[in-house]
T-cell receptor, first 114, second 113 residues
Framework: SQQGEEDPQALSIQEGENATMNCSYKTSINNLQWYRQNSGRGLVHLILIRSNEREKHSGRLRVTLDTSKKSSSLLITASRAADTASYFCATDGGSGGSNYKLTFGKGTLLTVNP | ETGVTQSPTHLIKTRGQQVTLRCSSQSGHNTVSWYQQALGQGPQFIFQYYREEENGRGNFPPRFSGLQFPNYSSELNVNALELDDSALYLC????????????FGPGTRLTVL
């Protein structure tokens, strides 16, 4: 079963605009990660945020985590056509000690129009 | 340093057959995880191997089995293939520390007819 739910399911923006994607999850976690997937290929790791962190930056990416609301957001600033991809949040840890596996949501399909 | 590689890239099988998928982990990583991704869905955890032992398993039947070799490469075997097994199979390698980043290979696209 899916742990996380990304919102929106699909997002279409113009190059240069910012894109915000949200992720909600159900159980407590140790870490939350964001991955990108291009056209049904392998997943590329973007950023990891630990449960005791609230915000993290990496280049044009900004991730926030609110454990009280069990939610996270991924902001991509100054988007480019090459950012077109599906974006997934994945969680690990929490109750049951499932540190070994990642639980993914269904993803947000981002389209950046040139 | 080489990344995670998987073979083959694509595979077509018929219902009832058996299939073996292969994965080479990233240099220095001793843990391998396998995921199944159906079309339009997020990846689902199948199982993980650490030092040649199964370290955890998701909600998949016993006909999904795996191996990890001393060089940390891994195989995923699926017996008695069903149509619903058609999916992208992803392998990910990581260091042993819990909650670490998992690095994914390009995947094997399996089609069951």
């Amino acid at each position: 079963s899916q742990q996380g739910e990304e919102d929106p399911q699909a997002l279409s923006i113009q190059e240069g605009e910012n894109a915000t994607m949200n992720c909600s999850y159900k159980t407590s976690i140790n870490n939350l990660q964001w991955y990108r997937q291009n056209s049904g290929r392998g997943l590329v790791h973007l950023i990891l945020i630990r449960s005791n962190e609230r915000e993290k930056h990496s280049g044009r990416l900004r991730v926030t985590l609110d454990t009280s609301k069990k939610s996270s957001s991924l902001l991509i600033t100054a988007s480019r056509a090459a950012d077109t991809a599906s974006y997934f949040c994945a969680t690990d840890g929490g109750s049951g000690g499932s540190n070994y596996k990642l639980t993914f949501g269904k993803g947000t399909l981002l389209t950046v129009n040139p | 340093e080489t990344g995670v590689t998987q073979s083959p890239t694509h595979l077509i099988k018929t219902r009832g057959q058996q299939v073996t998928l292969r994965c080479s982990s990233q240099s220095g990583h001793n843990t391998v995880s396998w995921y199944q991704q159906a079309l339009g869905q997020g990846p689902q955890f199948i199982f993980q191997y650490y030092r040649e032992e199964e370290n955890g398993r998701g909600n998949f039947p016993p006909r999904f089995s795996g191996l990890q070799f001393p060089n940390y490469s891994s195989e995923l075997n699926v017996n008695a293939l069903e149509l619903d097994d058609s999916a992208l199979y992803l392998c990910a390698s990581s260091l042993t520390s819990p909650g670490g980043t998992q690095y994914f290979g390009p995947g094997t696209r399996l089609t069951v007819l």
